[in-house]
């Protein structure tokens, strides 16, 4: 019998091996624009892994589902800038916008797809977009564009027409995307081939700084420098709307280069930057260091799975790279929260944390793929709560925005410190992540008083609420490890609090007046954008969100059967949304939204009420009908990288309910084969045997050539590296993940 597992396993291991050496190219699979069309709100553009530069198109803007630049529903392009968001509910940077164009010098920005100004309708039959690389055929000029980029350097490329007529560009500082608007700009030739510059914004982000160095292939003609429309004398402009027409005499070879830098800190920074990085002018080599970091980023998780799954999958994988962002220098310079400069700092400082999104998921898989990157997540973390006094909440450019609610950098820190990361000051962390717990803003005092919070008093007080005991059970468990006994005992109590709004009556969370009465008059499927007691989404939404406690929820419910009775009951009644609503709230089974990120561990909890098949149902439906291979393949913003993480995880089998406890709950996995890559030469190999569209249930499982009864998996085990077998069956099994001793345990 033995010797049958021997063989077995070296079967599992040769096999995922061979299949694994044949599947080299990842980023064949990647397709920027999926989830570009809709209100995906991705990125589409060149960039590097985690860069600080997002080089790409911008339309026209045309509102909210513009926020990233670029819908694939436009046709126009008014120019290529380098700082981008992807998958945000607001629109900000489009930093340093850059328009080639030939014939009549025009320095308006055109605002409608017919009308006068620099501007170019495309068609996307003349686009292609791939992981560190885009291009499109700008109609208006016949101009090729051609664009990559290294960390901190853009790179572009246009070849014009033979003898185009007055070849030129357009340098644009003056609007950047959503609400962003430059505050103060200045531009200056310094050399026939070199301007330097720098722009201060205030968009979502109040202060925004950036310096850069644009290089061009060709000597400049002629300069001409605009504050808003008014031509300025001399090559050196300060002031807050400024342009630039870059006039040439002709084209050398057809093609103009441009690079551009970027820094944080300093022109010469920016200058260091661009001889570190990008020396040279060899656009096709960047182009293929780009696609090596992208298939060396990629290829961590290595799967088998049918052409469509790996499209969407390798996609999805690529989106939870684009951010964070890189927010210094190649000399670990940056600038702070504070607006001061850090020299040579200890860690590579990053920028764009949408905390109330990437916690549940895509902060949990850096924890697994992204390991030296996750004590530079917290270090950036604990340098913002030493520089504005708080850990950050939605922090953008160096910039604290405030928005969603939570404190939702303590799950991350904590997750971090409970997974055996020490790359950072563990008494700062501690110290930081019960400050977060201590302020006196956003309902929280009530919080401190074991209290519930007044819905009379505190707009979106369930969801505040709801999040903070999340985040306090974090804190909690960071007390218990380092022996902080009364932390313990004070934030367990804390992160039980979530009680307090539930209404046994309707069996719903809601939100309680100063007087303890629940609010009226209620209903379940009302959702008021930022009115109600919720934040983007409604009671049926909010009823499930207690991940540090799943078993405490079912019994308020009154049990398993109860529990899973009303479980069953969201993904059925209908939706009662209506123009009041949040937008967020989409990608609609019943009252259950995909499209919004407080609902992505819901289809899990019936594993712990055992009834895993009923999570593998759900999982495969949201597959089928909300991730797709085209433009709208995302049902709800990508959320920077979020709404991509559910993915990941769910198509590996598995996925982190509670972000902070070191488990992951199986589902149904989408692949039939996956390695991820752990480094030190290990490796964990998942082995899908007889998986179809009709063979969806979990049958039984085989850790390591040993039966696991259990329908959750831990993040050491993962860690260890080693082989499962999950088999795959077309009826649920009547035994795996039943028994009460084989489920999920929430808490622990």
């Given at each position: 019998?033995?010797?049958?597992?021997?063989?077995?396993?070296?079967?599992?291991?040769?096999?995922?091996?061979?299949?694994?050496?044949?599947?080299?190219?990842?980023?064949?699979?990647?397709?920027?624009?999926?989830?570009?069309?809709?209100?995906?709100?991705?990125?589409?553009?060149?960039?590097?892994?985690?860069?600080?530069?997002?080089?790409?198109?911008?339309?026209?803007?045309?509102g909210?589902?513009?926020?990233?630049?670029?819908n694939?529903v436009?046709?126009?392009?008014?120019?290529?800038?380098?700082?981008?968001?992807?998958?945000?509910?607001?629109?900000?940077?489009?930093?340093?916008?850059?328009?080639?164009?030939?014939?009549?010098?025009?320095?308006?920005?055109?605002?409608?797809?017919?009308?006068?100004?620099?501007?170019?309708?495309?068609?996307?039959?003349?686009?292609?977009?791939?992981?560190?690389?885009?291009?499109?055929?700008?109609?208006?000029?016949?101009?090729?564009?051609?664009?990559?980029?290294?960390?901190?350097?853009?790179?572009?490329?246009?070849?014009?027409?033979?003898?185009?007529?007055?070849?030129?560009?357009?340098?644009?500082?003056?609007?950047?995307?959503?609400?962003?608007?430059?505050?103060?700009?200045?531009?200056?030739?310094?050399?026939?081939?070199?301007?330097?510059?720098?722009?201060?914004?205030?968009?979502?982000?109040n202060?925004?700084?950036?310096?850069?160095?644009?290089?061009?292939?060709?000597?400049?003609?002629?300069?001409?420098?605009?504050?808003?429309?008014?031509?300025?004398?001399?090559?050196?402009?300060?002031?807050?709307?400024?342009?630039?027409?870059?006039?040439?005499?002709?084209?050398?070879?057809?093609?103009?280069?441009?690079?551009?830098?970027?820094?944080?800190?300093?022109?010469?920074?920016?200058?260091?930057?661009?001889?570190?990085?990008?020396?040279?002018?060899?656009?096709?080599?960047?182009?293929k260091?780009?696609?090596?970091?992208?298939?060396?980023?990629?290829?961590?998780?290595?799967?088998?799975?049918?052409?469509?799954?790996?499209?969407?999958?390798?996609?999805?994988?690529?989106?939870?790279?684009v951010?964070?962002?890189?927010?210094?220098?190649?000399?670990?310079?940056?600038?702070?929260?504070?607006?001061?400069v850090?020299?040579?700092?200890?860690?590579?400082?990053?920028?764009?944390?949408?905390?109330?999104?990437?916690?549940?998921?895509?902060?949990?898989?850096?924890?697994?793929?992204?390991?030296?990157?996750?004590?530079?997540?917290?270090?950036?973390?604990?340098a913002?709560?030493?520089?504005?006094?708080?850990?950050?909440?939605?922090?953008?450019?160096?910039?604290?925005?405030?928005?969603?609610?939570?404190y939702?950098?303590?799950?991350?820190?904590?997750?971090?410190?409970?997974?055996?990361?020490?790359?950072?000051?563990?008494?700062?962390?501690?110290?930081?992540?019960?400050?977060?717990?201590?302020?006196?803003?956003?309902?929280?005092?009530?919080?401190?008083?074991?209290?519930?919070?007044?819905?009379?008093?505190?707009?979106?007080?369930?969801a505040k609420?709801?999040?903070?005991?999340?985040?306090?059970?974090?804190?909690?468990?960071?007390?218990?490890?380092?022996?902080k006994?009364?932390?313990?005992?004070?934030?367990?109590?804390?992160?039980?609090?979530?009680?307090?709004?539930?209404?046994?009556?309707?069996?719903?969370?809601?939100?309680?007046?100063?007087?303890?009465?629940?609010?009226?008059?209620?209903?379940?499927?009302?959702?008021?954008?930022?009115?109600?007691?919720?934040?983007?989404?409604?009671?049926?939404?909010?009823?499930?969100?207690v991940?540090?406690?799943?078993?405490?929820?079912?019994?308020?419910?009154?049990?398993?059967?109860?529990?899973?009775?009303?479980?069953?009951?969201?993904?059925?009644?209908?939706?009662?949304?209506?123009?009041?609503?949040s937008?967020?709230?989409?990608?609609?089974?019943?009252?259950?939204?995909?499209?919004?990120?407080?609902?992505?561990?819901?289809?899990?909890?019936?594993?712990?009420?055992?009834?895993?098949?009923?999570?593998?149902?759900?999982?495969?439906?949201?597959?089928?009908?909300?991730?797709?291979?085209?433009?709208?393949?995302?049902?709800?913003?990508?959320?920077?990288?979020?709404?991509?993480a559910?993915?990941?995880?769910?198509?590996?089998?598995?996925?982190?309910?509670?972000?902070?406890?070191?488990?992951?709950?199986?589902?149904?996995?989408?692949?039939?084969?996956?390695?991820?890559?752990?480094?030190?030469?290990?490796?964990?190999?998942?082995?899908?045997?007889?998986?179809?569209?009709e063979?969806?249930?979990?049958?039984?499982?085989?850790?390591?050539?040993?039966?696991?009864?259990?329908?959750?998996?831990?993040?050491?085990?993962?860690?260890?590296g080693?082989?499962?077998?999950?088999?795959?069956?077309?009826?649920?099994?009547?035994?795996?993940?039943?028994?009460?001793?084989?489920?999920?345990?929430?808490?622990?």
């Open positions: 019998m033995q010797f049958k597992k021997i063989i077995l396993l070296l079967f599992v291991v040769l096999s995922v091996n061979t299949f694994a050496q044949q599947k080299t190219n990842f980023t064949q699979y990647v397709d920027p624009l999926i989830g570009s069309a809709q209100h995906g709100h991705v990125f589409v553009g060149a960039n590097v892994p985690f860069g600080a530069v997002q080089l790409g198109p911008n339309n026209i803007m045309e909210w589902d513009w926020c990233s630049g670029y694939y436009s046709n126009t392009i008014t120019g290529f800038a380098h700082t981008h968001l992807s998958g945000t509910g607001i629109g900000d940077l489009g930093d340093i916008s850059i328009m080639p164009a030939n014939g009549k010098l025009i320095v308006e920005k055109g605002k409608t797809a017919d009308g006068e100004g620099y501007l170019s309708k495309f068609s996307h039959q003349n686009e292609k977009a791939k992981a560190g690389y885009y291009s499109v055929l700008l109609d208006k000029y016949g101009i090729k564009a051609e664009l990559t980029a290294t960390e901190r350097v853009g790179f572009h490329q246009y070849t014009f027409e033979k003898n185009a007529k007055n070849p030129h560009i357009i340098i644009d500082l003056i609007e950047g995307i959503g609400w962003d608007k430059a505050v103060e700009s200045s531009l200056k030739q310094v050399d026939a081939t070199t301007i330097v510059g720098h722009r201060n914004s205030k968009g979502w982000a202060d925004q700084r950036l310096f850069f160095v644009i290089k061009l292939s060709q000597p400049v003609k002629n300069l001409v420098l605009y504050d808003s429309t008014v031509v300025k004398s001399g090559k050196d402009l300060k002031g807050k709307k400024i342009k630039a027409a870059v006039e040439f005499a002709a084209i050398s070879g057809d093609k103009l280069q441009i690079k551009v830098a970027l820094s944080p800190v300093s022109i010469e920074n920016a200058l260091l930057n661009l001889k570190t990085e990008l020396p040279g002018w060899d656009f096709s080599s960047t182009v260091a780009a696609d090596s970091k992208w298939n060396a980023a990629l290829s961590k998780v290595k799967i088998d799975a049918s052409g469509t799954t790996k499209k969407i999958f390798y996609t999805a994988l690529y989106h939870t790279m951010a964070p962002s890189l927010y210094n220098d190649v000399n670990k310079d940056y600038l702070g929260t504070d607006k001061k850090y020299r040579k700092a200890a860690f590579n400082n990053l920028t764009t944390f949408s905390l109330w999104d990437t916690y549940r998921a895509a902060n949990p898989l850096f924890t697994i793929i992204h390991q030296d990157k996750v004590s530079d997540v917290v270090n950036t973390m604990l913002i709560y030493k520089q504005q006094g708080k850990l950050p909440v939605w922090h953008l450019m160096g910039s604290e925005t405030n928005t969603m609610v939570g939702h950098a303590v799950p991350v820190i904590v997750d971090a410190y409970l997974k055996g990361y020490r790359g950072f000051d563990v008494n700062l962390a501690y110290e930081a992540v019960k400050q977060s717990a201590m302020q006196k803003t956003n309902g929280i005092e009530y919080i401190q008083e074991l209290k519930h919070i007044p819905t009379d008093k505190v707009e979106e007080s369930v609420a709801l999040e903070y005991a999340i985040d306090d059970y974090c804190i909690a468990m960071m007390a218990k490890a380092l022996n006994t009364e932390d313990y005992k004070y934030f367990s109590k804390r992160a039980q609090l979530y009680k307090e709004y539930f209404d046994q009556d309707s069996q719903f969370m809601r939100g309680k007046l100063s007087d303890g009465k629940w609010r009226t008059p209620f209903s379940p499927v009302a959702a008021k954008h930022r009115g109600d007691d919720y934040t983007e989404g409604n009671a049926w939404q909010y009823t499930w969100l991940p540090q406690d799943v078993e405490g929820l079912i019994k308020l419910f009154g049990g398993d059967q109860p529990f899973t009775k009303k479980l069953d009951s969201l993904f059925i009644v209908p939706s009662g949304l209506n123009e009041a609503s937008p967020d709230i989409s990608g609609l089974i019943g009252n259950y939204a995909q499209g919004n990120e407080p609902g992505h561990h819901i289809p899990y909890l019936y594993a712990y009420a055992g009834q895993p098949w009923k999570t593998a149902d759900l999982i495969r439906k949201i597959d089928d009908e909300f991730y797709t291979a085209k433009p709208d393949g995302l049902c709800g913003n990508e959320d920077v990288g979020q709404m991509s559910w993915y990941v995880f769910s198509s590996l089998g598995f996925y982190p309910v509670n972000p902070a406890n070191g488990a992951y709950v199986f589902g149904t996995p989408l692949v039939k084969d996956a390695i991820i890559e752990l480094g030190a030469g290990k490796k964990f190999n998942i082995k899908v045997v007889d998986n179809s569209a063979n969806k249930y979990i049958q039984k499982i085989v850790l390591n050539g040993k039966p696991y009864s259990k329908s959750f998996l831990l993040h050491k085990t993962i860690m260890a080693g082989n499962i077998q999950i088999f795959m069956g077309s009826k649920p099994s009547e035994t795996w993940g039943v028994k009460a001793e084989d489920r999920p345990v929430s808490g622990k």
